[in-house]
């Protein structure tokens, strides 16, 4: 039994020393290490591919959100022109001008009490620089 180990292992060592194995490892070195890079390849390619979906779908996403915007501007623009009349408004239409009406109001607050401020400082510094 053990001269038949003993056999086998004198047999693989000489298979691994002969050029015949030789080659089959290279060869099998060679295409495993081209399909690793092809699989390595393509998860790069989906992941790159996945990325720019995300990008575009953004960026559509903020050209909607402008367009809409705009249209809304436009119809502001319209309406105080008197090229539409309230009555020619739709409800939606209506509840987006108030909308926009609103948050302009409120940006014109904010930028009125950073105004405010920026004179309250001023004439400070002002009273500083005479007294």
Same mark, same amino acid.
């Given at each position: +039994?053990?001269?038949?180990?003993t056999v086998d292992k004198?047999? =693989?060592?000489? $298979?691994?020393? *002969?050029?015949?194995?030789?080659?089959?490892?290279?060869?099998?070195?060679?295409?495993t290490k081209n399909i690793? $890079? *092809?699989?390595?390849? *393509?998860?790069?390619?989906? =992941?790159?591919?996945?990325?720019?979906?995300?990008?575009?779908?953004?960026?559509? =996403?903020?050209?909607?959100?402008? /367009?809409?915007?705009?249209?809304? !501007?436009?119809?502001?623009?319209?309406?105080?022109?008197?090229?539409?009349?309230?009555?020619?408004?739709?409800? /939606?239409?209506?509840? !987006? !001008?108030?909308? !926009?009406? /609103?948050?302009?109001?409120?940006?014109?607050?904010?930028?009125?009490?950073?105004?405010?401020?920026?004179?309250f400082e001023f004439r400070?510094? +002002?009273?500083? =620089? *005479?007294?």
């Amino acid at each position: +039994m053990n001269e038949e180990k003993t056999v086998d292992k004198m047999l =693989t060592i000489i $298979n691994e020393k *002969s050029i015949w194995h030789k080659i089959k490892t290279f060869f099998k070195g060679i295409f495993t290490k081209n399909i690793e $890079n *092809s699989n390595q390849e *393509s998860n790069e390619e989906v =992941t790159e591919i996945r990325e720019n979906k995300q990008k575009n779908e953004f960026i559509e =996403t903020i050209r909607n959100i402008e /367009d809409e915007e705009i249209k809304l !501007l436009k119809l502001q623009q319209k309406f105080e022109n008197g090229e539409i009349k309230e009555e020619d408004l739709t409800k /939606d239409q209506e509840k !987006l !001008l108030c909308a !926009l009406y /609103d948050r302009q109001i409120e940006e014109l607050k904010k930028s009125n009490e950073r105004r405010k401020q920026k004179l309250f400082e001023f004439r400070k510094q +002002m009273q500083k =620089t *005479s007294g």
